[in-house]
């Protein structure tokens, strides 16, 4: 089964949608932020990152992250994940802004199984090596 680590709490309902739809996952569920070394164990062997905002994804996360296919962002942008080293390993980004409810229900783009590529396929890069 395909592995996703989740760097942070985020509703419970979230991570049951992974769990169902057939993934394993992993989440930090340690007090304060996460540390570049915990992040670091907890990606490892994942194949799917789903990050919050505060959660620093750095060049040194990213290429010891060997199967990582995908750093999907429970939020809006960028601007914790080192783009350019996720891009020199042709690891796609996604940002999830909304989220789930307390009560399970999806916002505008919550996280969901379905915005994760399924893990036996590759997309191709354009003429630029871009996803």
């Avoid at 309902?13 to 169902?20: F, I, R, S």
């Avoid at 789903?50 to 990213?62: E, F, N, P």
């Avoid at 942008?77 to 009560?103: K, T, Y």
Wanted: aromatic share 6%; charged share 20%.
């Amino acid at each position: 089964m395909p592995k996703v680590f989740i760097s942070d709490r985020i509703p419970k309902a979230a991570a049951d949608t992974l769990t169902q739809a057939g993934f394993t996952v992993d989440q930090y569920l340690g007090t304060g932020l996460i540390s570049e070394q915990a992040l670091a164990a907890g990606t490892h062997d994942a194949d799917f990152l789903i990050a919050t905002l505060s959660t620093q994804v750095t060049k040194a996360v990213i290429d010891q992250a060997q199967r990582l296919k995908l750093i999907a962002n429970y939020g809006a942008g960028f601007n914790n994940i080192d783009v350019a080293a996720a891009s020199a390993r042709h690891i796609p980004r996604h940002q999830h802004p909304g989220g789930v409810d307390h009560r399970g229900r999806r916002g505008h783009a919550g996280v969901n199984a379905g915005a994760l590529p399924p893990h036996r396929r590759r997309r191709p890069a354009d003429a630029r090596g871009r996803f």
